[in-house]
């Protein structure tokens, strides 16, 4: 099951990420050749076989793979949290 992307989590992303979009794009390919090379190709095939502006559709990717992975790390806090 997917986390669940809290509104928090999703302005936390949008901030990092439109704060130099290209660049962040860069970024995210060279992380995920590294952390999920898997994803990583797909997303680049996907991105290169659409229609669509390639770099658009990998920059959708990216950010979706972003907020999944957010979201999964502060669900994960929430439930390993002690008082």
Do not use: C, Q
Not at 22 to 46: D, G, Q, S, V
């Amino acid at each position: 099951m997917l986390p669940i992307i809290s509104e928090d989590t999703a302005l936390k992303a949008f901030e990092e990420i439109f704060k130099d979009m290209p660049a962040w794009r860069k970024k995210m390919i060279h992380y995920l050749k590294e952390e999920n090379p898997e994803i990583n190709t797909a997303i680049i095939e996907a991105a290169n076989k659409t229609d669509l502006d390639p770099k658009a559709v990998a920059l959708g990717a990216y950010m979706t793979y972003l907020l999944i992975e957010m979201a999964a790390k502060e669900n994960d806090a929430l439930m390993n949290f002690v008082e």
